[in-house]
T-cell receptor, first 115, second 117 residues
Framework: SQTIHQWPATLVQPVGSPLSLECTVEGTSNPNLYWYRQAAGRGLQLLFYSVGIGQISSEVPQNLSASRPQDRQFILSSKKLLLSDSGFYLC??????????????FGSGTRLTVV | AQKITQTQPGMFVQEKEAVTLDCTYDTSDQSYGLFWYKQPSSGEMIFLIYQGSYDEQNATEGRYSLNFQKARKSANLVISASQLGDSAMYFCAMREATSGSARQLTFGSGTQLTVLP
């Protein structure tokens, strides 16, 4: 069965420090991968998505970046964190086949607090 | 314009009663999918139910059912026999055929459901 792992679960980082969040998927090949951010009490904002190794699309301009070095690995990074980067970050995967009805499978999330 | 609208920021329901969470959507696609997710306080996103735009029957999954009214572009979630564990944030989401190969989901702003004992 497919599983998705995301870590760390919580992170407190000072302003200006770098960031690296990792997400890996098991049990499937060539998934679509996504990074979402959720501000406290708000909905989900799509940050990046990837349809293949090295293919990254950005939805929102910001000081974050994403990379997909392997088929089932998706990394969210920043060189210098801002206070506004605080939030709950969720990684998700989905199949690429059109017609698949079961949406995304999400990781357990990373709660990032920038201080 | 908002693609997914959830007009109820918060809802209360008595334990064992049914509750309807509203969701309206906006799309010009003929082929699309509608989803509901539950997010408890732990933060994980749990898939609940799916409705395809060509599905003639309303989707059901245990105590969850989706009241799909295509002409009105609404996809309300009905939870029957509410339980205390149903207290959570609920998100409606849509996946459009023309959203590209990535098939991104667009989420509503959510409804916080509180089940009262």
């Amino acid at each position: 069965s497919q599983t998705i792992h995301q870590w760390p679960a919580t992170l407190v980082q000072p302003v200006g420090s770098p960031l690296s969040l990792e997400c890996t998927v098991e049990g499937t090949s060539n998934p679509n991968l996504y990074w979402y951010r959720q501000a406290a009490g708000r909905g989900l904002q799509l940050l990046f998505y990837s349809v293949g190794i090295g293919q990254i699309s950005s939805e929102v301009p910001q000081n974050l970046s994403a990379s997909r070095p392997q088929d089932r690995q998706f990394i969210l990074s920043s060189k210098k964190l801002l206070l506004s980067d605080s939030g709950f970050y969720l990684c998700a995967w989905s199949l690429t086949v059109m017609g698949q009805g079961y949406g995304y499978t999400f990781g357990s999330g990373t709660r990032l607090t920038v201080v | 314009a908002q693609k997914i609208t959830q007009t109820q920021p918060g809802m209360f329901v008595q334990e064992k009663e049914a509750v309807t969470l509203d969701c309206t959507y906006d799309t010009s696609d003929q082929s699309y999918g509608l989803f509901w997710y539950k997010q408890p306080s732990s933060g994980e996103m749990i898939f609940l139910i799916y409705q395809g735009s060509y599905d003639e029957q309303n989707a059901t999954e245990g105590r969850y059912s989706l009241n799909f009214q295509k002409a009105r572009k609404s996809a309300n979630l009905v939870i029957s026999a509410s339980q205390l564990g149903d207290s959570a944030m609920y998100f409606c989401a849509m996946r459009e055929a023309t959203s590209g190969s990535a098939r991104q989901l667009t989420f509503g702003s959510g409804t916080q459901l509180t089940v009262l004992p």
